[in-house]
């Protein structure tokens, strides 16, 4: 165990010798280090969650166990690793351990070390399990830092020009590595892609029909920010129950690669009832893995100001929906902080269409009267302006205000 321990202090080594960029995130989370609380940083793989754990850890003495390590997890024993880290790691502060989702009963170990009063940092890629493992053997011990790929301000660091940037992110994405080198962006997202379902889900669950799993992500994938009801993806994929296609949403949803946006409604109900709207963690898995032979701007812009309002803190079904009006006019995003709306949101790549203007305006102002709010917002590509539309304000901002 000792020599595990030892090679993985090595690569942590040569990680560290590598120059990262500031996550937004990283200031507000260094106070974090101060408590006792467990640090769980959650993400997509290869998003930086371990890069930010390092940083939040940087000038510190901390212990390192990465359980991406098929060495580690056949071989573990929790009192020989905690022996072997105490030899490799005299002393340690803090102990991160890396993507600790992939070692069995990982939760009830990490009490057992909590309990020693081991300052813990740990990573994961599975929002589900972590989280609910978390709050039920740890409830009220830990604080969760989401991770997701970089922003486009963090994106923009790493570029070489920046009047190609924009439109190179909205096609790309923000993947680290992508971001470092575009050229590798279609070989690298698809086997980025092809390696979350295998690992993340067939493995971990045990999944027997693969085919009707990955059918399902072609078919969620081609078809993100449309709405989609169980009952219409059972159908389409030829699942065998609506209950399956329930099953494997979730398991889609779990490593952070599809999110299921709820619509809102008073009554919870009708709410959980209505169609689904469709969206991926990341553009470039659209542009890497989609078959359709045409680009569709207005949509990925509408998925990458989705993920935008994640990395602000909003997350679908808990503060984030989209509407429908009582004239069946949608809305792209409803925001909501407790009982309150706090903004409608309408994306529109290109605005200056007059018919456009027309049905974005007045579907924002049809749900602002439904829902009683008058924070109206249109989120375009290059446009900033504010327009009084049949007595109402809407603001149009342009995606760097975002």
Avoid at 48 to 61: D, E, N, Y
Avoid at 171 to 178: I, L, N, S, T
Avoid at 269 to 281: D, G
């Amino acid at each position: 165990m000792k020599n595990i321990v030892l090679s993985q202090k090595e690569e942590l080594k040569h990680l560290q010798s590598i120059e990262y960029i500031e996550r937004v995130q990283y200031k507000d989370s260094l106070p974090l280090l101060g408590t006792d609380l467990i640090k769980l940083i959650t993400g997509p793989r290869r998003a930086g969650k371990s890069v930010f754990a390092m940083q939040l850890l940087a000038g510190k003495s901390f212990g390192y166990l990465n359980f991406d390590d098929a060495k580690l997890l056949s071989e573990f024993d929790e009192e020989a690793v905690y022996d072997a880290l105490r030899e490799v790691y005299p002393d340690f502060e803090y102990l991160l351990l890396d993507e600790v989702q992939n070692l069995p009963n990982w939760d009830l170990w990490v009490s057992k070390l909590k309990r020693r009063g081991v300052n813990l940092v740990i990573t994961g890629s599975n929002a589900k399990m972590l989280s609910s493992e978390m709050a039920t053997v740890l409830t009220g011990r830990y604080v969760e830092i989401e991770i997701l790929p970089f922003s486009p301000e963090e994106a923009r660091l790493l570029y070489k020009s920046v009047d190609d940037m924009n439109y190179e992110y909205l096609k790309c994405g923000g993947f680290p590595e992508v971001v470092k080198h575009r050229d590798i962006m279609t070989g690298y997202l698809s086997s980025l892609y092809d390696s979350i379902i295998l690992k993340d889900i067939v493995h971990r669950y045990k999944v027997r029909k693969t085919d009707d799993l990955r059918n399902l992500s072609d078919f969620l994938l081609e078809n993100y920010g449309n709405q989609l009801s169980y009952n219409e993806i059972t159908r389409f994929i030829g699942l065998s129950s609506v209950n399956t296609a329930k099953k494997f949403c979730g398991y889609l949803s779990e490593p952070y690669l599809f999110f299921f946006l709820p619509r809102f409604d008073n009554k919870v109900k009708l709410m959980y009832n209505a169609p689904q709207k469709i969206y991926i963690v990341d553009n470039g898995f659209i542009t890497a893995k989609s078959i359709s032979l045409s680009e569709n701007l207005g949509r990925m812009f509408e998925n990458q100001v989705f993920v935008s309002l994640m990395r602000s803190g909003y997350k679908p079904g808990n503060g984030m929906f989209y509407y429908r009006t009582k004239s069946d006019k949608e809305i792209d995003f409803v925001t909501k902080e407790g009982n309150k709306i706090k903004a409608l949101i309408q994306v529109s790549y290109d605005i200056s269409n007059p018919k456009t203007r027309e049905r974005e305006f007045a579907a924002l102002c049809d749900a602002s009267t439904e829902l009683n709010c008058d924070n109206l917002i249109v989120v375009t590509w290059s446009y900033d302006d504010i327009v009084e539309y049949k007595g109402k304000v809407i603001k149009c901002v342009s995606r760097a205000q975002l």
